[in-house]
């Protein structure tokens, strides 16, 4: 097109991804799916983690791209790659500091999700070492001044496509006329019962994931009112989102199936990872006033996490359309993948 700028082809990059599991499955999660997001575009990727078990059920060996292989921590010897990430902090094996030092790559350390605010002040800084290398912090968020949120191209075409009653027949659990169908990834959790009664007031299938859902809601006859349940096995990370968009209320955990919830659309309820310090708190309270969510929804998140009690479950009918405004806002923001190539690249050129 005459006049329009000359855009430079987007080079193809190297990556090395260190990630240490330290809990449950979001470290993991989120590494697995920035290596797969960056090989999408053409990327090689060696992710290095000191526990692969969870990949087996997330990522079966068929879901795998070629651009991106595993390796046992504490990774390759020899030269690292031109950009090397470093996963929440999780220290770098000596071996691929002393590789560094030698031919001083671009060390990203990708942080935790947070809405609070000091993830604006934070994010892109650059962290000096006395051994002549740097760090620069990059923070995933949910403004413009964040390093944006992981979405994969073409997601929002796929949801509109995507055949909820089909989905659950194949999964062996369809569901029945007129019955709603609610999600459960929780942690330990002393709201369950309430949301189990608030949700038998109306024909629901409430679906469990593995570990505490399944651990703590008593399933078969037991249960109140309208509600059955049924327990499913790990899901990879594809069928996960299957799940959530086959839900009219997600209950999600963590931080990786936070974002994922919102990209569902559906009411959603959040529980953050529980800290000693009860930092989670305002993680909480953050994430409630950056969806601006409505003060009903507001209070059901507070009460999940354990902030106040428990006062109902607000109306799907008004909880599901905030949930999907938010996400169109933020569905106009740069993803994470875009932004982090893009940090990269500026960096490399120095
Ligand atoms: O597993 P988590 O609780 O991980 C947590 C959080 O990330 C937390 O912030 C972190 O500090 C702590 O670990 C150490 O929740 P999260 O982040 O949602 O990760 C779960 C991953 O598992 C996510 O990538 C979705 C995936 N998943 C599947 O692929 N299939 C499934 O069936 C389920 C239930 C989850």
Redesign the pocket.
Known sequence: MPGAPMERPSPSLRWDLYCRV??????V??CW?LATQLAALGDTVRLVTDDPS?LA??APPGARPAGVSVWPWPGPAGVAAPIVVEAFGCELPAATLEAMRRTDPVWINLE?LSAETYVERSHGLPSPRSDGLRKWFFYPGFTPGTGGLLREPGLAARRAAFDRDAWLRVQGVPRREGERVATL?C?DNPALDALRSALADAPTLLLL??GPAQRLVPQGTSLPGHLRTAA?P????E??DH?LWSSDLNA???????V?GLWAGAAMLWQA?PQHDAAHKAKVEAAIGQLALPSDVGAAWRAWNGMAPWRGLPALAGWQPAIEAARDRLWRQDDLVTQLRHFAIQRLRG
Do not use: H, I
């Not at 999600?252 to 936070?258: A, H, Q, T, Y």
């Open positions: 330290v809990d449950n499955f979001g470290d999660g989120v799916r969870a059920w997330m935790y990834f942690y994931t593995p499913l790990w899901l990879s990370q069928d996960f799940l999600v955990r963590g931080e990786d199936s936070f994922r990872y």
